[in-house]
């Protein structure tokens, strides 16, 4: 069965930094590209990065180009989102996929002072 | 960048009735075009890939539709549970999502 679970997520204030992490299990880690997604309080989804199966190539969204890294570790079957100079309008449901079929259930980010 | 745009944003209808929602793009987006239902406090649920294929366990009264750049999501004889959001995404170039459509009982 297919498993993502993040964490790494909490409360921290404007301009401050967090990396989230998402454990993948029940199939081959290293042949899937990766997404994360986020979805801020009662508002629609929102694509934010895309990383290769073997991080080749790296993609972001407008919204966090140059401040979010996406990365993994294929050997620990983990992918990470590091975050910095994060923002209130940063405060969102951060969930990873592994394309359009499976999402986990997501990590809470909330950026306030 | 590909724009998604959902329609409408907000829904009621009764129990049995046929719902239609409908998402447009901003450009050709070749049937490369997922629907998710997402209910409150889950993790969105994929439905339909690629227009018009039904996700393994979901029930045959929801359907796709579309090409080019106007698609389609039926859900044929609406059930209680079928109470949710819905949205769109397309993943012709990166990924965007339609801004989502919130399904209530009439």
């Known amino acids: 069965e297919v498993q993502l679970v993040e964490s790494g997520g909490g409360l921290v204030k404007p301009g401050s930094s967090l990396k989230l992490s998402c454990v993948a299990s029940?199939?081959?880690?290293?042949?899937?590209?990766m997404h994360w997604i986020r979805q801020a309080p009662k508002k629609g989804l929102e694509w934010i990065a895309l990383?290769?199966?073997?991080?080749?190539?790296?993609y972001y969204a407008d919204s966090v180009k140059g401040r979010f890294t996406i990365s993994r570790d294929n050997s620990k079957n983990t992918l990470y989102l590091e975050m910095n100079s994060l923002r209130s309008e940063d405060t969102a449901m951060y969930y990873c996929a592994r394309g359009a079929s499976y999402w986990g259930q997501g990590v809470m980010v909330t950026v306030s002072s | 960048d590909i724009q998604m745009t959902q329609s409408p944003s907000f829904l009621s209808a009764s129990v049995g009735d046929r719902v239609t929602i409908n998402c447009k793009a901003s450009?050709?987006?070749?049937?490369?075009l997922d629907w998710y239902q997402q209910k409150h406090g889950e993790a969105p649920k994929l439905l339909i890939y690629n227009t018009n294929n039904l996700q393994t366990g979901i029930p045959s009264r929801f359907s796709g539709s579309g090409s080019g750049t106007d698609y389609t999501l039926t859900i044929s004889s609406l059930q209680p549970e079928d109470v949710a959001t819905y949205f769109c995404l397309q993943h012709s170039s990166r990924w965007t999502f339609g801004g989502g459509t919130k399904l209530e009982l009439k």
């Open positions: 450009q050709n987006i070749n049937k490369y």
């Open positions: 990383i290769y199966y073997d991080s080749s190539n790296k």
């Open positions: 029940g199939f081959t880690f290293s042949s899937y590209g």
